[in-house]
C-alpha cells in the first residue's frame, strides 16, 4: 500500500519545508519531496492543506485518559487511552504506572501487554513505572501504603509480563545505587523522581549510569545557594535529560523559558503526566486510588491539595512551548518524540525522513490535530 500526503508543511528536527510531499509505502516513509519536485503516483492520496506535519508525538509519561486509569482493573481501559492519545497527535507511548501492589502492578501490565500486541490506538514502545520506590517525604500524588525501597527482583518479575522501558525512582533510597547498574542490565533507562536527593547523591548515581529526572521541578529538591539540589544539577548537567510538564501550572511560563534557554534541547522531554480526567470535563476523579479533584485546569488531591498528574495533551504541551519562548517549531520538535525514541534506543522513530516509521501528527495552526498516521494508516476519521 503507498500514500502521498501533499501539500505539506513539513516540520521535522532541523528542517522546515514548505508546500513538501511525504511518500509512504506500507510502514516507512519512503521520501520526503520539497516544493516544485515532480510527484510519483500513488494508490491514496492525502492532501495536507498547508497544515504542519510532525513526527508522530511519542509520550513517555502518562497514567491515562477517558475516564480510565493504565492501573485500572477494567481490560478495556488501555483500547480507550491508546485511542485518546491518538487524539493528541501521540502515536508511540509509556503507559505510566503509580506506587501500587506488585500484584496491582502485575495485573496492570498484563493488560497494557494485551494492548500492546494489538493496538487500537498509539503504540506502546514500553511502560514506565513511576514508583513504587518513592522517597516518603516527596509523595506528591504517590499513595503511601506502598512505598518501598528498590528491589531489582521485582522489576524482573514485572519485565517479564510485559517490556518495561523506564522507571521513575529515588536515588538516595538504600539500595537504589546497586538497583540503577541493575535496571541498565535489563534495558530499563533509570530516572530519578519523587527524590529528596542531594547533588552529591545523584552524583553517585550518574556514576552508576543514572542520567535522567522526572517531572523536572516537581516533586524534587529545590534550587537553594548552599545547595543545588535536583532543580540546580539538571540545569547545570548538559548530559542529564529532563521530563517536563509544560501545562503552565506544573512549570509557570517563565520557569519553562528558563529551561528552554539554558538546557541543550536534545535533552529536553516533552511530557504529559496525564491522569484520567484528561479529554473529559472537570470534576471529581481518582489517581492510584486517591481522591482528586480537577478545577481550572488542575488536578489535584483532594486530600492535601498536592498537584495529581495533570489534563495536558501533547499537541497542547508543543503549543505552550512554542508561545513561550518563540523557539522555531523546526527547533522544538525533537522535544516530542526524537530525543525520547534516542532515549530508548529505537533508531526509526522521530523523524520525517526516508527510512522512518510513517509515524505522523498533522496539525493546523492552532495546533489542534486533523489526523494521525500510525505506520502509515490514517487513525482519525
Known amino acids: 500500500m503507498s500514500l502521498l500526503i501533499r501539500n505539506a508543511t513539513v516540520i521535522t528536527p532541523g528542517l522546515r519545508l514548505e508546500d513538501a510531499a511525504i511518500l509512504i509505502q506500507e510502514e516507512r516513509i519512503c521520501r520526503v519531496f520539497p516544493k516544485g519536485a515532480t510527484l510519483p503516483t500513488a494508490e491514496e492520496t492525502y492532501d495536507a492543506q498547508g497544515m504542519?506535519?510532525?513526527?508522530?508525538?511519542?509520550?513517555?509519561?502518562?497514567?491515562?485518559?477517558?475516564?480510565?486509569?493504565?492501573?485500572?482493573?477494567?481490560?478495556?481501559?488501555?483500547?480507550?487511552?491508546?485511542?485518546?492519545?491518538?487524539?493528541?497527535?501521540?502515536?508511540?507511548?509509556?503507559?505510566?504506572?503509580?506506587?501500587?501492589?506488585?500484584?496491582?502492578?502485575?495485573?496492570?501490565?498484563?493488560?497494557?501487554?494485551?494492548?500492546?500486541?494489538?493496538?487500537?490506538?498509539?503504540?506502546?514502545?514500553?511502560?514506565?513505572?513511576?514508583?513504587?520506590?518513592?522517597?516518603?517525604?516527596?509523595?506528591?500524588?504517590?499513595?503511601?501504603?506502598?512505598?518501598?525501597?528498590?528491589?531489582?527482583?521485582?522489576?524482573?518479575?514485572?519485565?517479564d509480563v510485559s517490556p518495561v522501558s523506564l522507571i521513575t525512582y529515588a536515588i538516595e533510597l538504600p539500595g537504589a545505587l546497586e538497583f540503577t547498574e541493575d535496571l541498565l542490565q535489563m534495558g530499563i533507562v533509570p530516572s530519578c523522581g519523587h527524590t529528596n536527593a542531594t547533588t552529591q547523591q545523584f552524583a553517585a548515581g550518574q556514576a552508576r549510569g543514572l542520567r535522567r529526572l522526572t517531572h523536572f521541578c516537581n516533586q524534587m529538591t529545590k534550587l537553594h545557594h548552599r545547595e543545588i539540589g535536583m532543580v540546580g544539577t539538571g540545569l547545570?548537567?548538559?548530559?542529564?535529560?529532563?521530563?517536563?510538564?509544560?501545562?503552565?501550572?506544573?512549570?509557570?511560563?517563565?520557569?519553562?523559558?528558563?529551561?528552554?534557554?539554558?538546557?541543550?534541547?536534545?535533552?529536553?522531554?516533552?511530557?504529559?503526566?496525564?491522569?484520567?480526567?484528561?479529554?473529559?470535563?472537570?470534576?471529581?476523579?481518582?489517581?492510584?486510588?486517591?481522591?482528586?479533584?480537577?478545577?481550572?485546569?488542575?488536578?489535584?488531591?483532594?486530600?492535601?491539595?498536592?498537584?495529581?498528574?495533570?489534563?495536558?495533551?501533547?499537541?497542547?504541551?508543543?503549543?505552550?512551548?512554542?508561545?513561550?519562548?518563540?523557539?522555531?517549531?523546526?527547533?522544538?520538535?525533537?522535544?516530542?518524540?526524537?530525543?525520547?525514541?534516542?532515549?530508548?534506543?529505537?533508531?526509526?522513530?522521530?523523524?520525517v525522513e526516508a527510512g522512518f516509521r510513517a509515524n505522523l501528527a498533522v496539525l493546523d495552526k492552532d495546533f489542534q490535530v486533523r489526523q494521525v498516521f500510525r505506520r502509515g494508516k490514517k487513525m482519525m476519521a
Open 236 to 351: 547545570r548537567q548538559k548530559e542529564v535529560y529532563l521530563e517536563m510538564i509544560c501545562d503552565k501550572i506544573h512549570l509557570c511560563p517563565d520557569m519553562i523559558d528558563l529551561i528552554f534557554r539554558t538546557k541543550n534541547l536534545d535533552h529536553i522531554l516533552l511530557i504529559t503526566d496525564a491522569m484520567e480526567a484528561s479529554h473529559l470535563q472537570e470534576g471529581k476523579y481518582q489517581l492510584g486510588g486517591l481522591d482528586v479533584i480537577v478545577k481550572d485546569g488542575a488536578a489535584r488531591l483532594a486530600s492535601n491539595g498536592a498537584l495529581a498528574g495533570s489534563i495536558l495533551k501533547m499537541n497542547d504541551a508543543l503549543k505552550n512551548v512554542y508561545e513561550v519562548t518563540g523557539l522555531p517549531l523546526e527547533e522544538l520538535v525533537r522535544t516530542t518524540s526524537l530525543n525520547q525514541a534516542q532515549e530508548l534506543g529505537i533508531t526509526d522513530l522521530g523523524r
Open 52 to 159: 504542519m506535519v510532525f513526527p508522530g508525538f511519542l509520550d513517555m509519561h502518562f497514567h491515562g485518559a477517558m475516564g480510565y486509569e493504565t492501573t485500572t482493573d477494567d481490560p478495556k481501559a488501555m483500547d480507550a487511552i491508546g485511542r485518546a492519545k491518538i487524539l493528541e497527535g501521540v502515536t508511540d507511548c509509556c503507559p505510566t504506572t503509580l506506587t501500587l501492589s506488585e500484584e496491582r502492578l502485575a495485573k496492570s501490565l498484563g493488560y497494557i501487554e494485551a494492548y500492546r500486541k494489538a493496538p487500537t490506538g498509539a503504540d506502546v514502545v514500553g511502560t514506565h513505572l513511576e514508583g513504587p520506590y518513592v522517597n516518603p517525604e516527596c509523595l506528591g500524588a504517590q499513595n503511601p501504603a506502598y512505598q518501598r525501597n528498590p528491589e531489582s527482583a521485582e522489576i524482573r518479575r514485572l519485565h
